[in-house]
């Protein structure tokens, strides 16, 4: 199955199974100032979460674009993006774990085609202190799966990564974490506010036995391994507690809040551990290696990031943000030169945005048809920007490969900020890249010069007329 036959399969289970799709929420959160951009599924829904009835009722589900920037500096390995679809469906006082948990595994394993005996789970642990019980009824309900897939389950219980990386799980399918399997909007238990919901999770990961583990990320692998040989497919929630003054307490309504990466399904049904190796996603890639004349497995790094950049400031072109130097508009204006300075390095001066934005509509024309619809404004405003840094682009990285010999600071790179509009991000990435040593102390020195600019502008800026001002008394 490729990605569009996997999403319409999942939001066909969950019109089955008595649910309300809901359309796509753009990626700029509407009435929600603590966020620039949608991250996840379930974060357009969190009013209803918290206790808000939904008009459409308690048992929703659909597929939701989400940007996640704080990703972007992993986005070159085989699985992080910064742009990607959550499929997602809750349960607002509804169902629970004894029907959440078999309808993901029928998704994944009858509708997928998953093999069961790739995939691994991981539960909450349980904490003491708070008197939270560990989930055994979760695991209980995913022994009871794998058994009848004849699939033997063993169980092990480490209380961080950092513990399962040190010690191991052994052969265990189902892996008992702490935190790490607790869900609420910031930390663990210890963390939460008084009347703040939580409750334990539920992540499933699918195993790629071709992929060695890397070592530098622990001396042993396991589920929640960062090294790419599991991927996380997906994670169920089951909000379930609200902190009080003097503990815990049941939430008077229960909910379940599953968010599932359509990219990683997709790329564990076509066997590859390479998410850009998916029909979302090969597309671009290919468009690339054809425009540059060069070949993805020498240049995988730049076709990646190109690939990936390109997607989100597409959606973000087509959800009404525009470049600009804050917010929304600074991101946007980051993913677009990010991806023209990538694309340099496969030597293309053309305009990425009319070689690879037709290829990104085609790509998503059916689940989206906005794109398509939009892709000649898109085009244009990304275009714009492109030609407006490529002006100053090669200026900016001449001026920093002066530093070469005795690396660069803080100050100077606000230098190459305020004169040649490069982006401080770029500029750091840039001097790495090229073996320049970048200050310890980059950070506080650029943020510095940014203050005594501000400083300057403002006692440079005319006073209007008022009392005391313009004639003498």
Same mark, same amino acid.
């Given at each position: 199955m490729d ?5 319409? %399969? ?12 809901l ?22 829904l969190? #009013? ?6 939904? #008009?459409?009722?308690t ?13 972007i500096?992993?986005v070159?390995d085989?699985?992080?993006t910064t ?7 809750w349960?607002?006082?509804d ?12 998704f994944?394993?009858e509708?997928v085609?998953?093999?069961p005996?790739?995939?691994?789970v991981?539960?909450?642990?349980g904490?003491?202190?708070h008197?939270?019980p560990?989930d055994?009824?979760?695991a %209980?309900?995913w022994?009871r799966l ?7 389950a ?9 513990q ?5 799980v ?5 892996v008992?974490?702490g935190?790490?399997?607790?869900w ?36 042993h ?13 997906g994670?169920?929630?089951?909000m379930a ?6 503990g815990f307490?049941?939430l ?9 990466g359509?990219?990683r399904? %997709?790329a564990?049904?076509?066997?590859t551990s390479?998410?850009?190796r998916i029909?979302l996603?090969w ?13 993805y ?7 990646r ?11 973000? %072109?087509?959800?009404g943000?525009? #470049?600009?130097?804050k917010?929304?508009g600074y991101?946007l ?5 990010r ?6 390095d496969?030597?293309?001066e053309?305009?990425?945005?009319e ?5 990104v509509?085609?790509?998503y024309?059916?689940a ?5 619809a939009?892709?000649?404004?898109v085009?244009?405003?990304?275009s ?25 600071t803080g ?8 004169t ?8 750091t990435?840039?001097?790495r ?7 310890d ?8 010069q ?19 001002t313009?004639?003498?008394?």
């Amino acid at each position: 199955m490729d990605a569009d036959e996997i999403r319409q %399969a999942f939001l066909d289970l969950m019109v089955e199974s008595g649910h309300v799709v809901l359309p796509r929420a753009t990626l700029v959160p509407e009435d929600d100032p603590t966020t620039l951009f949608i991250g996840s599924g379930m974060q357009p829904l969190l #009013p209803y979460l918290l206790g808000a009835d939904h #008009p459409a009722g308690t048992r929703l589900a659909d597929s939701q674009t989400c940007l996640r920037v704080q990703d972007i500096e992993e986005v070159g390995d085989n699985r992080h993006t910064t742009f990607f679809e959550m499929l997602g469906n809750w349960s607002l006082g509804d169902y629970f774990k004894a029907e959440q948990i078999p309808q993901f595994w029928h998704f994944l394993t009858e509708r997928v085609g998953l093999d069961p005996s790739r995939l691994y789970v991981s539960c909450f642990i349980g904490d003491a202190a708070h008197g939270i019980p560990k989930d055994d009824e979760s695991a %209980a309900i995913w022994t009871r799966l794998f058994a009848e897939a004849g699939v033997s389950a063993g169980r092990a219980e480490v209380d961080t990564e950092q513990q399962a990386a040190r010690v191991g799980v052994g052969e265990a399918r189902i892996v008992f974490y702490g935190s790490k399997n607790w869900w609420c909007r910031e930390g663990g238990p210890e963390d939460m506010p008084v009347g703040e919901p939580g409750g334990p999770d539920s992540e499933v990961f699918y195993l790629f036995p071709d992929v060695e583990h890397d070592p530098s990320y622990g001396e042993h692998c396991h589920p929640n391994c960062d090294c790419g040989r599991f991927i996380e497919l997906g994670n169920s929630v089951f909000m379930a507690y609200v902190r009080t003054e003097t503990g815990f307490a049941p939430l008077p309504r229960r909910n379940v809040d599953y968010g599932g990466g359509l990219s990683r399904i %997709a790329a564990a049904a076509a066997g590859t551990s390479d998410i850009f190796r998916i029909s979302l996603l090969w597309p671009i890639v290919e468009r690339l290696q054809q425009v540059s004349g060069r070949a993805y497995a020498d240049e995988t790094l730049a076709m990646r990031v190109i690939a990936d950049h390109l997607c989100g400031a597409t959606f973000l %072109a087509v959800d009404g943000v525009r #470049p600009a130097n804050k917010a929304h508009g600074y991101v946007l204006r980051r993913l677009v030169r990010r991806a023209v300075r990538f694309g340099l390095d496969l030597g293309l001066e053309d305009d990425l945005a009319e070689l690879l934005v037709p290829t990104v509509a085609a790509v998503y024309e059916t689940a989206y048809p906005e794109v398509a619809a939009h892709v000649d404004d898109v085009v244009a405003v990304l275009s714009r920007e492109e030609r407006a840094f490529r002006r100053t682009l090669r200026r900016g990285i001449s001026h920093l490969h002066d530093y070469r010999d005795r690396g660069v600071t803080g100050a100077e790179l606000f230098v190459l900020h305020d004169t040649y509009g490069f982006p401080v991000e770029l500029s750091t990435e840039e001097a790495r890249r090229s073996g320049i040593a970048v200050s310890d102390t980059w950070r506080d020195e650029f943020d510095a010069q940014m203050a005594a600019q501000r400083a300057r502008s403002q006692r440079a800026r005319p006073r209007p007329p008022g009392p005391g001002t313009g004639r003498h008394h």
